[in-house]
């Protein structure tokens, strides 16, 4: 090992997850040698010691590598003018330094920490400037021990300076006392981190502090899983399993939260149930949002059926009796909810009533929750339509908490509501409860809002069962289109996924031209079959490129899970190549050219989008769970990387935010909601029977535009399709409805 100590006199690059850092060392004989490693917290001007080696980058030649560093205060009159000059406190230059070092000699620092008024001894050094510098001073070296105090606990660089720009010199206390409420007040740091953290701070397992903290995260992991709220008991158990505490304990802190309403814990028929408090209020504010909505419009019934059947020639589009019940229900109704399979006319019922409501004057707003969605319908109905998120404008100004209210986050909403008289929105089955209060909060009374979407796909990623609960409580209009129309039944994709809904066998009989059956014995066999398909037998088939062609599977984990198909399809698809830069993702690489999807809502990351047919560049922020791209670049020095969206955002990712994207050559089935794709690939092979249901399989099939191939044993498919059983949802919009409606 070598020893080296000096000046940093340029930081190159920080990690700022990592905290890997290149940087320049200024050592004793005026030279400067490169140093990487891992350096905690640092900055220009700061004087080191540090352990490590001499190694030769293959690129950038010789460099010092740290196995351990400290930082050091300067000691001597030449040694503080260079920190103080290298602008690291706030308020003192070059110029100013020299006039501090005349002053106080080696006694400047001494000064600066308890006797900052004594600066404003210096000419042009006033009391206020001194007592800023003085801030600015003990704040640097405040933040450095707080960062390696906080280092020790496991903590990351980024995260840790989050936890100290909010906590300051309080952060010792916290860990002392309550280590868990980092992870109710700081995003990215959860309950077990927390738990970690309190372990090594010697907080017992029984603390109050902790299984609250517990019973939190029990409701937070139920959210992640759908649900709105828990009832009590199962809360219980599930909270008193995670902690390893008695059921008893649980209750008797779940009664404590409830008092000082941390938690909610409202009676429904016989059982409370709990919730977390922003969740119980989105679905009573929805609730009550949806009844200033739902107003009628009498209009004579004679005059609008003329004036449907005058758009009807104007567009060349002929309805059927529902289709146009439809219409009148959309037109005579400020909430209308359409539902219907494939095939049954939605597009078309879609097409007139726009058309109806442009004809008589009416701004009319398209909208669907995914870039996919959002595209598809532009290309139906000849529209423009956007995302959920950018017709509301997503506002990144601000950090979350952990908890954090995430629908509080877009631009318009009651204080400035959406201008327009119609707000149509498309695969209504993907929205859930946060989105939709978001929705409601930006549509003022008066506006029309109408739902369309098919009530049997999978529910949404997120919490709540919007469409379901809201055709459950009958308290709107809603028209089922059912008839499915002579084109459609051309299609076995249509016509197989009415049966699976209806749970008949599907023709499996090959004789279809877009609906495939292959059977297949065996995990490597099928994922064989899946390349061959994808990469040579489809894309000419269905006229795509295999980047286009979307694979989709029931489960994450195991043989034929996505991240073993996304391995394999990436070695198939994008292979490595020497002119093409590598980035580590997860436990792989992420590849130029690598298909990728978002998997959480980044609410501050920048995108810009610049239109084929305009010169001018749009920019924005957020990007969400499930958005689609591809790699446009990586950059090896940096590692930035540029991927560029479906919709055409392209959005610069830097390091610290990677682990928000996985490769999507696979995805699940659940994740291909709201998407359409020139053919689909599902491996059914085997899974947990909760999972593998008709819902899930007449879902991954109606994604499928031209061509449907699944691969693996017929048995499997047909035990999905009598297998009627979905993992149960907690949720109550419903009951809010009818309780708001019905005062």
């Not at 209210?405 to 707000?423: C, G, I, M």
């Not at 198939?572 to 992420?590: D, Q, R």
Request: aromatic share 8%; proline share 3%.
């Amino acid at each position: 090992m070598t020893n080296l100590e000096g000046y940093v006199e340029h930081i190159i690059y920080r990690n700022t997850e990592n905290a890997y850092t290149v940087l320049d060392l200024s050592v004793g004989d005026g030279g400067e040698i490169t140093l990487v490693g891992i350096f905690s917290y640092i900055d220009e001007g700061d004087y080191i010691e540090a352990e490590g080696e001499f190694i030769r980058h293959p690129s950038y030649g010789e460099q010092f590598k740290i196995s351990s560093y400290t930082v050091k205060l300067p000691e001597g009159k030449e040694a503080m003018y260079r920190y103080l000059a290298s602008g690291g406190v706030d308020g003192i230059r070059e110029a100013t330094a020299k006039k501090i070092i005349k002053k106080f000699g080696d006694d400047t620092f001494r000064i600066m920490t308890e006797e900052p008024e004594r600066l404003a001894e210096i000419k042009g050094i006033s009391i206020k400037k001194a007592m800023s510098i003085h801030d600015s001073f003990v704040a640097k070296a405040g933040v450095r021990q707080a960062m390696m105090f906080l280092q020790k606990y496991g903590i990351s660089n980024a995260m840790a300076l989050k936890v100290y720009e909010k906590y300051h010199d309080q952060i010792y206390r916290i860990i002392e006392e309550n280590p868990y409420k980092i992870s109710d007040d700081i995003a990215g740091i959860g309950f077990k981190k927390a738990d970690e953290i309190a372990e090594k701070a010697g907080i017992e397992r029984h603390s109050e502090f902790r299984i609250k903290a517990g019973i939190a995260y029990a409701l937070r992991l139920a959210i992640g899983e759908g649900n709105v709220y828990l009832p009590q008991r199962e809360l219980e158990i599930k909270a008193s399993d995670l902690l390893s505490v008695g059921v008893d304990e649980v209750s008797s802190e779940l009664n404590d939260l409830a008092v000082n309403r941390e938690i909610i814990m409202r009676k429904d028929e016989d059982e409370y149930n709990v919730y977390l408090p922003q969740f119980y209020n989105m679905e009573i504010e929805c609730a009550k949002m949806l009844d200033a909505l739902d107003l009628r419009t009498e209009v004579p019934l004679e005059k609008t059926e003329d004036d449907i059947k005058r758009v009807e020639l104007r567009t060349g589009l002929e309805l059927d009796e529902d289709q146009r019940k439809a219409v009148v229900a959309a037109i005579e109704n400020g909430v209308f909810i359409l539902t219907g399979g494939p095939g049954t006319g939605k597009t078309t019922t879609l097409k007139v009533l726009i058309k109806y409501f442009i004809v008589h004057g009416n701004n009319v707003m398209l909208a669907a929750p995914t870039g996919r969605a959002a595209r598809r319908m532009s290309e139906a109905t000849g529209m423009d339509a956007r995302t959920i998120h950018r017709m509301l404008g997503v506002d990144g100004s601000t950090e979350s908490s952990a908890d954090a209210d995430a629908s509080r986050r877009f631009a318009k909403n009651e204080e400035d509501p959406l201008e327009t008289d119609v707000v149509v929105v498309d695969e209504m089955s993907m929205v859930d409860i946060r989105l939709f209060t978001s929705l409601l909060r930006a549509i003022t009374p008066g506006t029309r809002l109408i739902m369309v979407g098919d009530e049997h796909q999978l529910p949404s990623v997120g919490p709540g069962m919007v469409l379901r609960d809201l055709i459950k409580s009958k308290k709107f209009n809603v028209v089922t289109l059912e008839k499915v129309f002579r084109q459609a039944e051309l299609s076995d994709i249509v016509m197989n996924a009415h049966a699976i809904l209806h749970g008949r066998e599907p023709k499996l009989d090959n004789q279809s031209r877009d609906f495939f059956f292959l059977g297949r014995d065996d995990p490597e066999t099928i994922i064989q079959g899946i390349i061959y398909l994808v990469s040579k037998k489809l894309p000419p088939y269905v006229k795509a490129e295999a980047a286009d062609i979307q694979v989709m599977t029931p489960m994450k984990k195991g043989m034929l899970g996505v991240e073993v198909l996304n391995q394999r399809l990436q070695e198939a698809l994008n292979p490595k190549e020497s002119w093409k830069a590598e980035k580590p993702l997860g436990n792989g690489v992420l590849r130029t050219g690598d298909k990728v999807m978002q998997i959480k809502n980044n609410y501050q990351i920048e995108w810009e989008l610049v239109r084929e047919d305009s010169a001018l560049k749009e920019t924005g922020t957020g990007v969400f769970n499930g958005d689609m791209g591809i790699v446009e670049s990586i950059d090896p020095g940096f590692g930035n990387v540029t991927v560029l969206f479906d919709d055409g955002r392209r959005v610069v990712y830097p390091g610290a935010d990677l682990s928000e994207l996985e490769l999507a050559y696979a995805i699940t089935i659940h994740k291909s909601q709201g998407s359409e794709y020139p053919a689909v690939v599902m491996p059914i092979f085997s899974g947990p029977e909760i999972l593998m249901n008709r819902n899930l399989l007449y879902t991954g099939i109606t994604r499928a535009k031209n061509c449907v191939v699944i691969i693996g044993r017929r048995e499997i498919v047909d035990n999905m399709i009598r297998n009627t059983q979905e993992q149960k949802r907690y949720t109550s919009l419903a009951k809010r409805i009818t309780e708001v409606f019905e005062r």
